[in-house]
């Protein structure tokens, strides 16, 4: 069973720093593009940022404070979330596209008290 599992969330401070990890597991080959995706109660899920072999691309909202990368050794993506503003605050989704078919991790709760 393939799964994508989240983490690295948590609480910090407006101004502070986090960095999430999504893990996939159970097939031997290797994601094309991979991205975040986040949502807040009432919402629809916004992406924040993709990446494949040739590019990567953000949300107006996070370029320049937010950067996406990946192991592919490990087939693990990172998004590492600096200058935080209380409107990151949301549940963040890992998402990785494999042989057409697309697989969400469970979500990790990131919340940024001003």
């Known amino acids: 069973q393939i799964q994508l599992v989240e983490s690295g969330g948590g609480l910090v401070q407006a101004g502070g720093s986090l960095r999430l990890s999504c893990v996939a597991s159970g097939t031997v080959f290797r994601f094309g593009t991979m991205g975040w995706y986040r949502q807040t109660p009432g919402k629809q899920r916004e992406l924040v940022a993709i990446i494949n072999d040739a590019s990567t691309n953000y949300a107006d909202s996070v370029k320049g404070r937010f950067t996406i990368s990946r192991d592919n050794a490990k087939i693990t993506v990172y998004l590492q979330m600096n200058s935080l503003k209380p409107e990151d605050t949301a549940v963040y989704y890992c998402?990785?596209?494999?042989?057409?078919?697309?697989?969400w991790g469970q979500g990790t709760q990131v919340t940024v008290s001003s």
């Open positions: 998402y990785g596209v494999l042989v057409g078919l697309t697989y």
